[in-house]
Each structure stands twice: as structure tokens, then as C-alpha cells.
């Protein structure tokens, strides 16, 4: 790779050598199998009118709508995407179903899709051009202009991924918001540091060189206090993902993995197990079968010891609240390394240490819930944790961070796309497929709309 600096090519090829090729599964492309060459289409302008799904209210179905406003560009930062791939993703059913995060209506919902860029931005940024294949992924669910369930839609440029060629349109459409959750997880919930793989972002540091006020007050405490320095992630430390047959479960072990984490994931062993312990990307150090949780957190404790600090539940309160037993704060005097010191700039004051734990000996617990967390008050020694995902959307310097990681870690094939279960055809199958997900048929990987 020409232009590539040192120590990105001897961080390369150590993974290189640490990481075996993976075993390409029916529906994945490694580097090394390029998918096929599609035809490239002459660039057009965008219409006026377009064909969108709207939602005109809860506990109803998305209705096909011709004739609706092809969205407009506000800023410099903004770019126009012809849709071509749609990732279905659970809160498309749940949002309508149980009547949350729909702000207004008639609403047009969708939060990553993949497809051809027709308007670049007009900032100095050169990163996106005219025709590049990219992903759009759209945290930000109060603009409709981002939402996927159009033929056109507005992306950020610090939100937009360019695909390489080694990915389809469809599989480019399955990883954008599991890979956003995930990174922000493990990164700043968790304080795990990336800039070992592939020059990736430091995330716990990067948001504490913001000034405060460019952080919305609800995620301000979840980025700033929610951990102290000497507890963080580290190489070697144990996470435990619950209900790791997910997307988002998929992309954070794969992320976890490649900074040196040993993972324990708890699935269904009967429907994932094999998939799971024969996936190279995916296959973890513990696979807990979740059909008894009692057994499960049995399982982890005496496997594990003591070790396990960090958790990650996909699932909701309920597998949460048993996640929570598996978790063991761990005491620092008898730990093998002691904790780094804390490296203050000059005139900065000491961070404030969280609430818990009183006692300074112990090293916390963290227990990340990205759709629930247990309904009890954190137990001392452990904390709980929101993913703060508006900081992708709202902080350009932490968008930009990510989207151009994840460029780099797909075009070096460090990490692969989840699989895909199904393609339905056309705006008008999105009912029929969220029928499937509502009916439990879609299960270890992503359903895709073509558009």
C-alpha cells in the first residue's frame, strides 16, 4: 500500500501473521475473493420526487408513498446517496410496535444502508467523490433526511464509509450501526484502545480532549466519569457478550478480538454454536449455551474466576440482570499489574472517580447494556453503562475517527461483514421482512432489502 506509514505496515503484518485466513462462510468475501464487478451506471441528477416508506402512526405498517421530496443538502458536510441496499434492524419493528424513538410523524425510519454517492460534499474534505459505493449509517433518527427507507438519501460525511471492492452493495448495508455500538462500547464505556489496530482511535482520550460542551448533556457523564483511567480495557482482560448470536454481539467480539481481549460468548448453542466455534472472526475463547442462565453465570464464574470486569448484553433487562451475577470486581493490590499512572497535562485537574466503588483498592465491574440494563441499582463495585451513539453523529471528530477505521479495517479484511440470511426486493418488502424479524426467523445474521 503506497503512502502507508511504518507503523501501520508493522501493525499489518502483525496481524497478518497473527490471524489465520478466515474460512469464508457461503455468504461472506474475504480480501483475497473479490466480489463480483458491477456494472457501473451513468451518473445522473437526482429527481425532484422520490418513493419513500412513511410511518403514519404506531402499531401500523410503513406505507409505500410516491411523490415525496427528494431531501436537499443544508451544509458542506452533507452528502446525497442513491440507496441501493437497506439493513433491516430490530428497532424498525420495535420503534412502531411498542411506540418509542419516533419523534414525529408521518415518520420515515431505516438506520444504515448502502448505496452510490451522487452529490459529494462541497467542504475541503476529498475523502467522498462522485459514484464511490458507501455506507450510510444514520444514528441520527430525528433527521428524516438520513433515514434509509428512501431511494435518496443525506449522510454526513463523517458518518459515510467507503465500500471496498471486495464487498457487495448488500453486505456493505449489514454492519454500520452494530459497528458504531459496538466501537463506542468498547471504547468509551469500557475505555479499550484501539490505536493498535490499524491506527485506530483512542476514544476514551479523544472525548476527553473535547471541551465539555461539545458533549449533549445526557451522554456528558457516560463519557467523562463513567470510568477512571486506571480501570480500563486492556489486552488480556475478559469480556462477556450476552446474546452473542447478534449483529452488534458479531462486530464487538470481532473488535474486541483484534485489541487483544478474551471473549466469552453466551448464545443459544443449539441454533449458534457450531456457526460460532467454526467462525474465525467470531470464535470466542467461551461459549456458554444462554437456554438456563443460572447454569451460564454458573459456567463463567468457575471458569473464569474472579477475571471477568467486563460485560456487553444485546439482549434486554432481563439477560442483563444475569450477566450481572457473572461480573467480579477485581482487587488491585493482588492484581499481576498495577495500573499506569495518570498522565495529567499541564493545569489539569485530577479526573473525579465515579461513586463506586468506595473502597480505591477495587477495580470496578462494567456492565455495558445496549437495549436494557437490570432494574436494581448498580451493586458496589460495578458500574452500569449506556452507549452515548449520539456522540457519532454529533462530534465530527469522533464520526471522522471511526468511519475512516472502519475503511481501513475493511479494506485490509480485519473485519468481515455479518452474514446475511436473506434479500427481499424492493421498498414495498420492507413489511414483509420486518414480519420475519417480528416472528423470530431472522437469527445470527442480517436481513437485507434491495432497493
Excluded at 408521518?106 to 444502508?113: A, T
Excluded at 454517492?117 to 475523502?127: K, L
Excluded at 468498547?186 to 465539555?212: E, I, K, N, Q, T
Excluded at 493482588?334 to 468506595?358: C, D, F, M, R
Aim: hydrophobic share 35%; net charge negative; with cysteine.
Amino acid at each position: 500500500m503506497s503512502g502507508t506509514s511504518f507503523l501501520r505496515k508493522m501493525s499489518l503484518n502483525k496481524f497478518r501473521k497473527s490471524l489465520s485466513s478466515p474460512k469464508p462462510d457461503s455468504l461472506s468475501i474475504t480480501k483475497t475473493e473479490k466480489a463480483p464487478v458491477e456494472p457501473e451506471e451513468p451518473l445522473t441528477p437526482p429527481p425532484e420526487t422520490q418513493t419513500v416508506l412513511l410511518l403514519h402512526a404506531a402499531r401500523q405498517p410503513y406505507e409505500l408513498t410516491d411523490d415525496y421530496p427528494v431531501p436537499q443538502l443544508q451544509d458542506g458536510h452533507e452528502v446525497l446517496v442513491r440507496t441501493q441496499a437497506i439493513g433491516l434492524n430490530p428497532i424498525d419493528w420495535k420503534a412502531p410496535d411498542f411506540n418509542f424513538a419516533i419523534p414525529t410523524l408521518p415518520y420515515i425510519s431505516g438506520r444504515e444502508l448502502a448505496g452510490t454517492v451522487i452529490q459529494a460534499p462541497s467542504s475541503s474534505s476529498t475523502r467522498l467523490q462522485e459514484k464511490d459505493r458507501v455506507l450510510v449509517i444514520s444514528t441520527d433518527y430525528r433527521d428524516l433526511r438520513k433515514a434509509a427507507y428512501q431511494e435518496y438519501v443525506v449522510g454526513l460525511d463523517y458518518n459515510t464509509v467507503r465500500l471496498p471492492p471486495s464487498l457487495t452493495i448488500e453486505q456493505g448495508s449489514t454492519l454500520g450501526v452494530a459497528f458504531v455500538a459496538a466501537a463506542l462500547a468498547l471504547g468509551v464505556c469500557a475505555g479499550l484502545d484501539f490505536s493498535h489496530v490499524l491506527d485506530g482511535p483512542d476514544l476514551y482520550s479523544l472525548v476527553r480532549d473535547l471541551p465539555a460542551d461539545k458533549l449533549a448533556d445526557d451522554i456528558r457523564a457516560e463519557c467523562l466519569d463513567s470510568i477512571r483511567s486506571h480501570e480500563r480495557a486492556k489486552r488480556g482482560d475478559w469480556l462477556a457478550v450476552w446474546g452473542g448470536s447478534s449483529t452488534s454481539a458479531n462486530l464487538t467480539i470481532q473488535l474486541a478480538k483484534l485489541a487483544g481481549l478474551k471473549t466469552v460468548a453466551v448464545v443459544d448453542k443449539a441454533k449458534h454454536g457450531l456457526r460460532l466455534a467454526n467462525h474465525k472472526a467470531i470464535r470466542t475463547d467461551l461459549l456458554v449455551d444462554s437456554h438456563d442462565p443460572e447454569r451460564a453465570v454458573a459456567i463463567m464464574r468457575g471458569n473464569l474466576n474472579g477475571k471477568l470486569r467486563f460485560g456487553i448484553d444485546t439482549r434486554g433487562r432481563e439477560s442483563a440482570t444475569s450477566l450481572l451475577q457473572a461480573l467480579s470486581p477485581g482487587n488491585l493490590g493482588g492484581s499481576e499489574q498495577q495500573p499506569p499512572a495518570v498522565q495529567l497535562k499541564e493545569g489539569e485537574a485530577p479526573p473525579s472517580p465515579p461513586s463506586t466503588p468506595h473502597d480505591s483498592t477495587l477495580l470496578s465491574a462494567h456492565l455495558i447494556g445496549l437495549t436494557g440494563l437490570p432494574k436494581q441499582t448498580a451493586p458496589e463495585g460495578t458500574l452500569f453503562h449506556t452507549v452515548p451513539i449520539k456522540l457519532f453523529h454529533e462530534v465530527p471528530a469522533v464520526g471522522e475517527a471511526l468511519v475512516s477505521w472502519l475503511e481501513r479495517l475493511l479494506e485490509e479484511g480485519l473485519v468481515q461483514p455479518p452474514e446475511i440470511i436473506d434479500v427481499e426486493s424492493g421498498l414495498g418488502s420492507v413489511n414483509k421482512a420486518l414480519d420475519r424479524m417480528r416472528k423470530g426467523e431472522i437469527s445470527g445474521g442480517k436481513l437485507v432489502v434491495r432497493v
